[in-house]
């Protein structure tokens, strides 16, 4: 054996390595390889395929939250909808029937305010345009973008019936939208009144909360004087009562002025004049006026009840010659002005509350587009309002009141956060105006019919419970991801104002009423309104128009005495409304619950945090007052994407990422793992940076299967072995495989992608690449074909393999569907089920052991190698302590020899004993580097002998 040994001593043995084999590229070129694989699982209708394959079995059922139809999609529609993605692929790995809807949010002043903008540039005036000619544009306008998104979205890989989406202006959403308001009405959950409501005066119409903005401006400040006329306190008769604002526009609407009963007030003397201002305030009011002043007479804030003034413009006559009354109000602090609050009911709540309480009403002095009425004394005619040079202080307002002596102090320099609309991005005003409001603290009427006769929809509401009661039950009800979502939206909702449903536009679904003419109620006829029901299902929202009023009211009414509200409905009410045409109405077979299913419909909502105050509370909302619970079980929420140093994305800053580029030049699979490896329930950054380290993360991914698919060629069922017969390190592998697997099973029920991506690349990188697979090359490259340990070894690459591309496989599911094509071409991965893993035990600890130990030892061994000591480490002896667990030590460090000595820490020396030509190992019994040892020696044997049998 020895000759022979030394015969081969200069051969060259490359030929007889069992060096892995694939054709998996290394190179991903995901931009030019992607599009190619979703046509083909559009050719093969992939969707529908894993529709069949899942039919029976348990539903989950994400009900999409419609994106708006007016743009590209940006960063935060791509993190959106991978999560949902995410989200329906691992359900459906588990085995659930997952179906996705896509959906679009199509009505509204974003989409009208586009279509006005090209009338403004062609010189058109909208108002000349007929209402349908103007809401087909509209139409127009929104289908093209929802074209556009549309495969945007799906080159992200998102597997959904793209071909079936639901959009809110189809016009069976319309009338399920009006069903839906109906119903409403129907219960008594509606009614018109004038109360101040957020108003954009440059769109002309009212706005939600979760329509408005807040940036930073600089105002006017202003001092006003309002002279006393009457007071149980003789001193204050003929003194001023001085009130502090930032909105000048609002003291010619002016009506009352409010103290706080427990502020302590005090009257002041420059020598010729009176100030009643709060005591804790009266520096601050000397320093803007510049007034030196000295105390006359200080008392309590409730001494005030009966104090009456006039308006620095009484001279006028009319509304402005009403006395000016005091009035008691909790809600006035000495935070800063003067402690004295001018109350304006047709501008703000608190005023409109204190005010309505005392008798006194709105006035309606400012019009839609801003401007004052025509017919006002003060500036009638005049505005916008919003203006900051009709509110500075040599604007018309303060120079009007300097002129009567009523202006005692005016600045343009008040920093503050004001509200402004998210869509025009122009300021915001209160304004009092007749709207349609849904109460939240009134009564639920549980005997009213409803709409469409729906039996027991509210069978979980509380008798007499009103919409705010029974919407904080289902938010009781509900499972918040994270958690902090309960509060923020318990918060919103404990402390909001009624619902504003109307709008002033012409884009949307109408609010579908007739109001009588002499009372002033709607009707509330059932068959009137399914007549509407049925008209607006068959055709849209042109149904509602003047021409077709007597057909809906029929023989019994008069349309003479009716008028029809040319209102449309607040857009948040149209996307609230979507769980009842999505999930309802059966148009879609595959989000339909069983029959007699009487709970949420949804097993989840996921939106941006953002939609805590927009389509979260809407939709619980609707659902709460038409059927007693919210129409989701849980609510997981992300947060949003900024720069790579932390700032917001601005156009403006030029620091946007547009998610269509970052799929050019990267692939979508790049940008689907950042995704899913952010901490997305919080704000979260993107860059190039980040990107590249992505990029890295995904390269090692793909090396993984690479591997995989390389070591595994030619790999059979009859190679297989029983774990029983496996080395205990193949054994401690599966174990942590099934560690693995129940990590994130648990990630996936917790919906923490974060941790999924976390734990199954440190898997892939850490126990296969640089420990199990760094191990077992030497027994895959030179082990006989039929040696124990390296069937072995390819029986685990195996499961690990069919584990680890279904774990992939909702990350990047592009490369999963190539490395399993790669291997088993035929089906999709995508149809796979979670897999099912061999059972193995061993002792895990000593494990953890043996690992510490071999990172000691590659610590000893790397300075060597550094100094050319060694060349690797196969030509290293290691010195253990004797304490060390059992196990083939040598080949657990891939080093030359180890042996055990009376040390307490490992040492490494250079071996003397000559290396393997085909295994490289240093070992006693090679006679001469080049040479064979025994196990390379009987392997070509074999390999010879099998080629001469084959031949």
């Known amino acids: 054996m020895t000759e022979q040994r030394d015969a081969s001593s200069k051969a060259d043995w490359r030929q007889t390595v069992f060096l892995p084999k694939t054709d998996f590229p290394m190179k991903a070129g995901l931009p030019q390889k992607e599009p190619g694989i979703l046509a083909r699982w559009r050719d093969e209708d992939l969707y529908r395929k894993l529709r069949d394959a899942r039919a029976g079995a348990e539903k989950f059922i994400l009900h999409d939250g419609p994106p708006y139809a007016n743009g590209d999609m940006h960063i935060g529609h791509a993190l959106n909808h991978i999560l949902k993605d995410m989200v329906c692929r691992t359900q459906s790995l588990l085995g659930k029937d997952a179906p996705y809807v896509p959906g679009w949010d199509c009505h509204g002043l974003p989409i009208e305010w586009k279509v006005e903008e090209e009338y403004r540039k062609k010189k058109k005036n909208k108002d000349e345009v007929p209402p349908v000619e103007f809401r087909a544009e ?28 639901y959009l809110t202006m189809d016009p069976q959403a319309e009338g399920t939208i009006v069903r839906e308001l109906l119903k409403f009405a129907e219960s008594g959950q509606l009614y018109r009144g004038a109360k101040p409501v957020m108003w954009s005066p440059v769109e002309k119409t009212a706005l939600a909360e979760a329509e408005v903005e807040y940036e930073d401006i600089v105002s006017t400040q202003v001092d006003v004087a309002f002279e006393i006329t009457e007071s149980p306190i003789a001193e204050l008769v003929g003194a001023y009562a001085v009130i502090w604002t930032t909105t000048p526009w609002t003291i010619p609407v002016n009506q009352a002025l409010a103290y706080g009963p427990e502020v302590e007030y005090v009257i002041v003397s420059d020598g010729n004049r009176k100030f009643l201002v709060a005591e804790q305030l009266k520096a601050q009011f000397a320093e803007r006026t510049g007034l030196t002043l000295g105390d006359v007479l200080s008392f309590p804030g409730a001494d005030l009840a009966g104090t009456i003034a006039r ?49 006194i009403e709105p006035v309606f002095a400012v019009l839609g587009d801003g401007k004052y009425r025509e017919d006002w004394l003060w500036l009638g005619g005049q505005g916008s309002v919003i203006n900051p040079k009709f509110n500075a202080p040599d604007g018309p307002i303060c120079e009007a009141l300097r002129e009567v002596g009523g202006l005692l102090a005016a600045s343009a320099d008040y920093k503050h956060s004001y509200p402004h609309s998210w869509r025009s991005k122009a300021k915001v005003i209160y304004r009092c105006t ?22 027991g929809i509210r069978a979980d509401q509380d008798e007499g419970e009103t ?20 509060n923020r939206i ?112 949804a097993d989840l909502y996921l939106e941006g945090s953002d939609q805590h105050r927009g389509w979260f509370q809407s939709s619980l909302l609707e659902s709460c007052a038409t059927r007693g619970h919210a129409p989701y079980k849980a609510v997981l929420t992300h947060g949003f994407t900024m720069d790579q140093k932390g ?39 993107i860059g190039k940076e980040i990107l590249a380290g992505v990029a890295d993360q995904y390269r090692k991914l793909r090396n993984t299967f690479r591997y995989l698919l390389g070591a595994l060629e030619g790999f059979t069922e009859a190679e297989k072995l029983p774990v029983a017969e496996m080395p205990e390190l193949e054994r401690y592998m599966l174990v942590l495989l099934e560690r693995l697997d129940a990590t994130l099973r648990q990630a996936t029920a917790d919906f923490d992608f974060n941790t999924y991506v976390r734990a199954l690349t440190e898997f892939c990188n850490e126990d296969l690449s640089a420990f199990f697979f760094d191990i077992r090359k030497d027994s895959l490259y030179c082990d006989a074909a039929t040696d124990a340990k390296r069937r072995a070894y390819r029986t685990v690459l195996d499961v690990l393999f069919h584990a680890l591309v279904r774990y992939a496989a909702p990350v990047l599911v592009f490369t999963a569907e190539e490395v399993w094509q790669s291997r088993f071409p035929g089906e999709s991965v995508h149809l796979l089920v979670w897999p099912q893993l061999p059972i193995s035990t061993v002792d895990v600890d000593r494990w953890t052991e043996l690992r510490a130990l071999r990172v000691t030892v590659n610590e000893a061994i790397e300075p060597l190698r550094r100094e050319k000591v060694l060349g690797s480490g196969l030509e290293a002896i290691v010195t253990v302590p004797a304490s060390a667990p059992d196990a083939d030590l040598a080949e657990l460090f891939i080093t030359g020899t180890v042996v055990r000595g009376q040390c307490e820490t490992v040492t490494v020396t250079r071996t003397s004993d000559h290396k393997c030509g085909r295994c490289w190992r240093h070992l006693p019994e090679v006679a001469e580097d080049g040479a064979l040892c025994v196990r390379c020696e009987d392997a070509v044997a074999g390999i010879a002998a099998d080629a001469e049998g084959a031949a």
């Open 138 to 165: 509209c139409r127009a306008y929104a289908q093209n973008w929802v074209n556009v998104q549309r495969e945007q979205l799906k080159r992200l890989g998102i597997n959904g019936d793209w071909d079936h989406p």
């Open 311 to 359: 308006h620095p413009m009484h001279a006028l006559g009319g509304f402005f010659a009403k006395p000016r009354p005091l009035l008691a109000g909790d809600f006035v602090t000495t935070e800063s002005g003067t402690g004295l609050v001018h109350m304006a009911p047709d501008h703000g709540e608190d005023d409109f509350a204190l005010c309505k309480a005392n008798g």
């Open 434 to 455: 007749p709207q349609w409001f849904v109460p939240m603290d009134r009564k639920i009427d549980r005997q009213a019919p409803l709409c469409a006769a729906e039996a």
């Open 467 to 486: 919409l705010r009661e029974t919407a904080l039950r289902a938010i009781a009800d509900t499972r918040f991801v994270p958690e902090k979502g309960r």
């Open 490 to 601: 318990g918060a919103m909702v404990e402390g909001r104002p009624d619902w504003v449903l109307s709008r002033q536009r012409a884009w949307g679904v109408p609010i579908t009423l007739f109001v009588d003419r002499k009372t002033g109620q709607y009707l509330n006829d059932p068959a009137v309104n399914a007549r509407i029901v049925a008209a607006v299902m068959a055709g849209g929202v042109d149904a509602w128009s003047d021409e077709r009023a007597q057909e809906y009211l029929g023989d019994t009414y008069d349309a003479a005495n009716y008028e029809r509200v040319a209102d449309i409905l607040d857009v948040w009410f149209d996307s609230g409304s979507t769980h009842a045409f999505v999930l309802e109405s059966g148009r879609w077979p595959d989000l339909t619950r069983p029959e007699g299913y009487t709970g949420p419909l």
């Open 647 to 685: 700032m917001k994305m601005s156009k403006s800053l030029g620091n946007t990422i547009s998610p269509i580029d970052l799929m050019r030049d990267y692939g979508a699979d790049i940008l689907r793992l950042w995704a899913l490896s952010v901490d997305f329930t919080e704000d979260h950054r």
